[in-house]
């Protein structure tokens, strides 16, 4: 239909541009603050635009239905100002030809909300966690320079080198010493590698041909040996870094699951969906109430709406995560809440047309 295709025109312009400029503040925001880490040597630079990359992608779920939200109440707030759904309902055309209309489109939309939430957001969020890795392995090996002590673990380990290869991935002439209980030991090597293990979070260095020293300071009796790859552990991760970050975990994982952290986030990757069907049809019912004359009143309001309805999916997900509410309640009563909000907005025009009436037709019979 001609008038379907004109209010997905609205609706896709609008939509375009805010989530062009939300990408744009979001990208902005977060590039300055990758460039002050890499100005502090905490990100290599070379990684700075696959990490804003990757993080914009794990962005998108949050990103896309409030973007749709915001667009269909400033295509349809525009569409009552110039009086054109007036014309729309004129033609026989009521509010659930809108809604309809709206919800169709917002059904095509859900698709890519469901390719970014299920699909697209774990793994950007996984290869974050990766880039993070590398990071911090390469911030580590520019932290130690050459003619310099190094320490690692409150001073038990001390690393010094004499110099580092041109790719400044191996060291040259490098000197540990270990302290461990009352030993300790000395290493030398002609070169060494500097190692990040992602599953652990450990660090290591590898050293390769050179000797080691064991023994007690003052005592003669010094264990020497030789080897042609020795690795030491420089520093633990006590974060237990082998648990891997909720949102990165895939979602065909979280399906079979009874953990409630694992429900959690499920039903927290299904709410995205949910949203991007429901808030569209919300600004339709917003935009059917009496503002005509201001064109941003339905938006400040559905804002609004928009903020408690996040808020209670969150404290929703945190009850589920602390197990303090069954998966079978999990956020499902706040989607049923802002359903019976919009079907109150929707019958509150008639519910007022009815009392009006009836107070009217009271009016008439007294005076009768």
């Known amino acids: 239909m001609i008038l379907e295709r004109y209010i997905y025109r609205e609706i896709l312009e609008k939509l375009l541009w805010i989530i062009g400029l939300l990408l744009l503040i979001l990208a902005s925001n977060r590039f300055v603050g990758f460039l002050a880490d890499a ?23 949050k990103l896309l239905p409030i973007s749709l939200f915001i667009s269909v109440t400033l295509a349809l707030s525009r569409l009552a100002q110039d009086r054109e759904l007036t014309v729309i309902s004129a033609s026989g055309l009521a509010l659930s030809f809108q809604i309809k209309t709206v919800f169709k489109f917002a059904l095509v939309f859900s698709l890519l909300v469901f390719v970014a939430s299920f699909v697209v957001s774990p793994w950007a969020v996984s290869g974050v966690s990766s880039l993070k890795g590398i990071a911090e392995q390469e911030s580590e090996i520019s932290g130690i320079t050459a003619g310099q002590f190094k320490e690692f673990n ?74 042609r790859t020795y690795g030491v552990l420089i520093e633990q991760d006590d ?41 569209p049809v919300l600004a339709v019912a917003l935009n059917g109430l009496s503002f005509r004359e ?35 309640i999990g956020m499902w009563w706040v989607h049923l809440l802002l359903v019976l909000t ?27």
């Open 154 to 227: 409150k001073g038990d380990r001390i690393v010094y080198m004499e110099n580092m290869s041109d790719d400044s991935q191996h060291m040259e002439k490098v000197f540990l010493q270990v302290r461990q209980h009352n030993d300790l030991g000395v290493l030398r090597s002609d070169t060494a590698e500097y190692e990040f293990s992602e599953r652990t979070g450990s660090r290591y260095i590898e050293f390769q041909n050179g000797r080691r020293y064991v023994g007690k300071p003052g005592n003669l009796d010094y264990q020497i040996t030789e080897y």
């Open 39 to 61: 100005a502090d040597g905490e990100l290599p630079g070379e990684l700075v635009l696959q990490m804003l990359s990757m993080k914009m992608l794990a962005t998108l779920p």
């Open 294 to 328: 201001t064109r941003y009143v339905p938006l400040f309001i559905a804002i609004m709406v928009y903020f408690i309805y996040s808020n209670l999916l969150g404290i929703s997900k945190t009850l589920i995560k602390r197990d303090d509410i069954s998966p079978l």
């Open 342 to 368: 919009i079907i109150v907005i929707i019958q509150y025009p008639r519910v007022r047309y009815w009392h009006r009436r009836n107070a009217t037709n009271k009016q008439e019979s007294v005076q009768n």
């Open 239 to 279: 974060t237990a870094k082998s648990v891997v970050r909720l949102e990165a975990i895939p979602s065909l994982k979280l399906l079979g699951s009874d953990v409630p952290k694992h429900e959690a986030e499920l039903q927290w990757r299904m709410s995205y969906i949910f949203s991007t069907l429901l808030l």
